[in-house]
């Protein structure tokens, strides 16, 4: 009788074991597999591969929007460049200025409410989408747009480098179509807090309104420095001092270059005469951007001069450094206006001298008692 190997017939075992878990396993997963009744074919893509690869371009995908026909860069930016380098500032074709007369409070920038109103204007909607759309607009405006707006020109001196919004007019605007000077509210070289509407109304004024070294360098180029005013300006200036006057407005919204102005008041007081330390403002707040668009500050890198008659009005103003014929339109407007305050209190003296003459009439026609009587009364 054969004798088998028990380390053959065992290994036998182990192998139809093995055999036998693996086809339980096979079974097992072919269960778990989800079972697709259809078959998707294969999309070919050997012929649009050969076909970009003889053309080389791809072909057209079905139903796809037609594409857009690509804009040469080129011409594009060389447009682009021309028009910017072409920018020439025109004259002023509308009056600057704000509808209503100034007064003495407005555009303070101090918050008077109760704490029961500031309440009531948190909780209400409307002024919250209100403050949400001043604040959105002041968060999408660039921060270097001011800058990119500057322009250089060759040959110039570093005064006027920069660029000028408007051109001055020829001539002074109407004085019933000319708009009015906003009140501003500041600290002055000689009192911590003043208007300028009361210091503006009666008097002929030229008024600077800058931001910044470079802004108050273009005005010095129409009014001269305070120590030296204009030659064609100083004349009319010492011979009409208690008329003609000039005002200068640093508007600073930044609280700590405010801060560092107010800590060099000093010195700036003697950068400037005496009787001038009442007429340097230094304004803070009140400064809206509706106050800006009106009276055409659009750029504050850029310096402002206005010429005011006694009630306010911006009948001439000018932006950034001189240009030619804007200083001889400047002092013809001055002049003008000099003339009409002359005239103006002229009448106005007729006007008194008439009206006295009137009621010392009136008091002569009258019995004896009645005279006396009117006289103790008034």
Request: proline share 8%; glycine share 6%; charged share 25%.
């Amino acid at each position: 009788m054969l004798q088998t190997n028990p380390l053959t017939f065992r290994s036998r075992l182990l192998l139809l074991q093995l055999r036998s878990q693996c086809q339980v396993a096979q079974q097992q997963l072919r269960s778990c597999r989800p079972v697709s009744t259809t078959s998707s074919p294969r999309p070919a893509k050997t012929r649009t591969l050969s076909r970009t690869l003889q053309t080389g371009t791809a072909p057209k995908a079905v139903g796809a929007p037609p594409a857009k026909p690509k804009l040469n860069k080129d011409i594009n930016s060389n447009t682009e460049k021309i028009s910017d380098n072409d920018h020439t500032p025109r004259p002023l074709s509308a009056p600057l200025g704000l509808p209503h007369p100034p007064k003495v409070g407005q555009n303070t920038g101090i918050d008077s409410r109760t704490w029961r109103q500031r309440r009531a204007d948190f909780l209400n909607y409307d002024k919250h989408l209100e403050r949400r759309a001043s604040l959105t607009k002041q968060v999408a405006k660039p921060y270097f747009r001011e800058w990119n707006n500057l322009q250089y020109s060759k040959g110039t001196t570093l005064l006027s480098v920069l660029r000028k919004t408007f051109l001055s007019p020829p001539t002074l605007i109407r004085a019933h179509k000319a708009l009015y000077f906003p009140n501003l509210h500041g600290s002055t070289l000689g009192s911590p807090s003043r208007d300028t509407t009361p210091l503006l109304r009666g008097k002929t004024s030229l008024v600077a309104l800058f931001s910044g070294t470079w802004a108050e360098h273009q005005t010095q180029t129409f009014f001269g420095s305070p120590l030296a005013p204009h030659p064609a300006l100083a004349p009319l200036l010492a011979e009409h001092m208690d008329i003609l006057q000039r005002v200068d407005v640093n508007l600073e919204d930044n609280f700590l270059k405010a801060s560092l102005i107010r800590l060099f008041m000093p010195s700036l007081r003697h950068k400037f005469p005496q009787a001038q330390h009442e007429r340097y403002f230094l304004v803070k707040r009140g400064m809206t951007d509706e106050i800006r668009d009106g009276i055409g500050m659009l750029n504050s890198k850029v310096g402002y001069v206005y010429l005011l008659d006694s009630e306010c009005r911006i009948r001439w103003a000018g932006s950034g450094p001189a240009g030619a014929g804007e200083m001889e339109s400047l002092v013809k407007g001055v002049g003008r206006l000099v003339g009409e305050w002359q005239q103006d209190a002229l009448r106005r003296e007729a006007r008194m001298v008439v009206e006295k003459g009137a009621d010392c009439r009136e008091r002569d026609s009258l019995p004896p008692e009645d005279s006396l009587r009117q006289v103790a009364t008034g």
